[in-house]
Structures are given as C-alpha cells and as structure tokens.
C-alpha cells in the first residue's frame, strides 16, 4: 500500500512540474493543481493511514488516528483552492493584456516560423 500510495505522489509531482514547465497559462494552472493534490495525499499520508479507528485517544479505544494529518489537509485544500482562483485571475488578466496565452508574454506565430 505504501508503494502504491508513493507512487501516485511520485506520477502527480512529476505531472505537475512537467505542466509547470509548459509555454502556456493554462497547462501551468493545471500544473499547480495537479502539485496541490500530490501535496495533500503526502500530508494525508503521513498520519498512518488506519480504517475503522478513532480520532480522538479514549481509555475505550483500542487505537487511534492521528488527527493533525487531517487537519493540514483541509488547511491546504483551502489554500491550494484560493491559490488556483488567484492564478486563474492572473493568466485572465495577462491574456486580455497581451492577447496572448503564453507565460514569457511573447506570441509565436505561423508566419514568422
């Protein structure tokens, strides 16, 4: 299980920071969710993935989850959500003032290639 969930983090890093990487906005914006994501399952994680347990230690129970792991994940799906509005208002505002949808600002066209 643990591979498997590592593998995952691994794919959706390695997406992200390909999409990063691409000339236009809109791959970039998918870049940074797809990071996001793989920012969440490493912090959900992190907190030893048990079924059928409490979150909260009690004399009754027999075992616990750890709660902050939780915590931090709905701290940064909130973080990552206002992040993403953010960038999506950027790249709309570049691209309504350059006309274009690259990242460097410079448009590339058939003519001159």
């Known amino acids: 299980m643990e591979a498997l969930v590592a593998s995952a983090v691994g794919v959706l890093t390695a997406a992200g920071i390909y999409l990063l990487l691409r000339g236009r906005t809109f791959p970039v914006v998918l870049g940074l969710a797809l990071l996001s994501y ?6 959900f994680a992190i907190g030893r993935l048990k079924i059928n347990q409490a979150p909260i230690l009690s004399d009754t129970a027999l075992g616990y989850t750890d709660p902050l792991p ?21 790249s709309l505002r570049s691209y309504l003032e350059s006309g274009s949808d690259h990242v460097d600002g410079a448009q590339q066209n058939k003519e001159e290639a």
Request: net charge neutral; aromatic share 8%.
């Open 38 to 43: 793989a920012t969440n399952i490493f912090l």
């Open 70 to 90: 939780q915590a931090l994940v709905l701290t940064a799906i909130v973080i990552s959500f206002a992040m993403t509005a953010v960038i999506v208002v950027m």
